[in-house]
């Protein structure tokens, strides 16, 4: 699988937007960028996942770099709940189920 | 109940115990999988089971030993566990659509600690 880089921490203020980047240098054609996340003492979660496109979803908006080398979860309005680790994981279209997660970017968000 | 459950919440075992995780899906999955999740270490898979079949075990010690009775239900059996087993145990489900995304939904996990 593909690997992916992320900053280990970001910090936000509440109600601010906050932009999670991640590099994929070596994508390839059919893999799709998944991006999970893990509250305290929960399991990680769905948050949303696109190909090539922008794409928008009830929980944030993923921006996906034309030469798809990086892209960026974007949280419109951080809250004190979206504090958790954020996983961009690489998963080659019809490949196995699955997910290969790295180190995550850990989210803080100041009230 | 709904989504993903995991019992129990947290055990403690020594190390000549023997006992087993529990997960149940209620959301019709067809693909269920076993993840590790050691302090300061990435989320690690350790089995995945399609239609009650096992397709994948990613080089998993014989000392763990999962079972899939029906596409609901998903047991991974311990024994003789070592202290660096100590982690969290998460289990998820997935679709298993042919052709299309299929999101995963993990449990809470079981908070395993080995003596």
């Known amino acids: 699988d593909a690997k992916t880089t992320q900053p280990n921490s970001m910090e936000s203020n509440e109600e601010e937007p906050v932009h999670l980047p991640c590099n994929h240098s070596t994508i390839s054609g059919t893999d799709y960028i998944h991006w999970y996340r893990q509250l305290p003492s929960q399991g990680p979660e769905y948050v949303i996942h696109g190909l090539t496109s922008n794409v928008n979803n009830r929980m944030a908006s993923l921006a996906i770099a034309e030469d798809r080398k990086s892209s960026t979860l974007i949280l419109h309005r951080a809250t004190l709940r979206d504090a958790a680790v954020y996983y961009c994981i690489l998963r080659s279209q019809g490949g196995s189920e699955k997910l290969v997660f790295g180190k995550g970017t850990k989210l803080t968000v100041n009230p | 109940e709904t989504g993903v459950t995991q019992t129990p919440r947290h055990l403690v075992m020594g190390m000549t115990n023997k006992k087993s995780l529990k997960c149940e899906q209620h959301l019709g999955h067809n693909a269920m999988y076993w993840y590790k999740q050691s302090a300061k270490k990435p989320l690690e898979l350790m089995f995945v089971y399609n239609f009650k079949e096992q397709t994948e075990n990613n080089s998993v010690p014989s000392r763990f030993s999962p079972e899939c009775p029906n596409s609901s239900h998903l047991f991974l059996h311990l024994h003789t566990l070592q202290p660096e087993d100590s982690a969290l145990y998460l289990c998820?489900?997935?679709?298993?659509?042919?052709?299309?995304?299929?999101?995963?939904?993990f449990g809470p996990g079981t908070r395993l600690t080995v003596l």
């Open positions: 998820a489900s997935s679709q298993d659509r042919a052709g299309s995304y299929n999101e995963q939904f």
